[in-house]
């Protein structure tokens, strides 16, 4: 009887297992790295710096007089102030700041032949070329707006007037639209945003939700901001925005104190306010908008309590406070403040 022999396995059929392994292993070794990524050190999230505003520096400069109640208008290359108080009276005094391609400020010079009228509560703005002035008084409120080309400022000319006198008001602009933002005609505050271009008839833009005079504003990008004033039943916290594109207002929370007087300005793209006169008198008090927590902040007070003055930001970023009335009497002061990283 024969016994049939059993073929072994030959080189092709152990080269094949070895290729099937390998796959299956793949398989298993990818399937289980999807299930349990391998673990990867812990990286410490890096907390963003928070705002927050340095103390404040005396300038190594002050203006030309102590002054009060001037408009300010300011370019990439100077700022401006108009008129104003000087011993309780109007002036037609126009002093330039200037400043170094480093930054350092230059002494501030007074031009002449200064504003074609003694006036003081005007409101300013600057335009390619030409500084707008609107308004403002002496005795009484006028309703004259006057371009003065850049950089002499003379000859100044006569623009159409406002619809009414005006003055205590703000200005901003939005390309060439002016906006005049409430004020008195020795009446009631106003409550109007007038829309002035020149050679254009002027139009309403807007409403406050009270009328006020000496309110604190200023414009941040695309959105305009009105901080306090004077309203027919004393100082005001009023705190609201304007979106420019839109006309939308959006309703801040109350502004800390009521208070005229003050100024505000943009630091590092935050909201700051500063000085003014409450209904017991001048306060150096500070405060900054958190718009991610929707809620005012106090900050470095200032050197003395004041109001009156101007508060702009510098091609730095820094805020520079200009002037303005203490308890004492008009000042000279300028000093500046600057935002700082806080972790």
């Known amino acids: 009887m024969s016994t049939r022999r059993r073929r072994r396995p030959n080189g092709r059929f152990w080269a094949l297992l070895t290729v099937v392994v390998l796959i299956v292993a793949a398989i298993i070794t990818l399937t289980h790295h999807h299930r349990h990524p391998a673990a990867r050190p812990h ?10 505003l340095s103390h404040w520096t005396q300038a190594p400069i002050t203006l030309s007089q102590p002054i009060a109640g001037f408009a300010t208008a300011s370019t990439s290359h100077s700022i401006w102030l108009l008129g104003g108080l000087v011993n309780g009276q109007s002036t037609t005094l126009v002093q330039e700041l200037t400043w170094t391609p480093s930054g350092q400020l230059k002494p501030v010079q007074a031009i002449t032949p200064g504003l074609p009228v003694a006036l003081h509560d005007a409101a300013a703005v600057a335009l390619p070329g030409r500084l707008i002035l609107l308004g403002g008084g002496s005795y009484a409120s006028s309703s004259s707006v006057f371009r003065l ?15 009414i006198p005006l003055s205590d008001s703000a200005a901003v602009t939005d390309h060439s639209k002016i906006l005049v933002i409430g004020g ?3 009446g009631a505050p106003s409550n109007t945003i007038w829309s002035y271009t020149p050679g254009k008839p002027v139009t309403v833009w807007g409403h406050l939700p ?19 004033g004077l309203s027919e039943s004393g100082t005001s916290n009023q ?13 801040l929370p109350a502004y800390p104190v009521s208070v005229q007087h003050a100024q505000a300005t943009i630091i590092a793209n935050h909201l700051v306010v500063a000085g003014g006169e409450t209904d017991a008198g001048w306060i150096p008090a500070v405060f900054w908008y958190d718009a991610g927590k929707k809620a005012w902040k106090a900050g470095p007070s200032l050197p003395e309590p004041g109001g009156y003055g101007a508060f702009l930001t510098l091609p730095s970023g820094a805020g520079i406070w200009l002037g303005g009335q203490s308890p004492s009497g008009a000042m000279d002061a300028v000093w500046t403040i600057k935002a700082v990283s806080k972790r």
């Open 210 to 228: 009270i009328g006020v005079r000496y309110p604190a504003v200023t414009r941040g990008g695309n959105t305009l901001y009105v901080i306090g």
């Open 149 to 163: 080309p850049l950089p002499h400022l003379s000859p100044a000319t006569s623009l159409p007037p406002l619809p």
């Open 184 to 186: 008195h005609n020795l």
């Open 239 to 251: 705190a609201v925005a304007y979106n420019l594109s839109t006309g939308k207002m959006i309703k």
């Open 43 to 52: 990286q410490p999230v890096s907390k963003p710096p928070s705002f927050a």
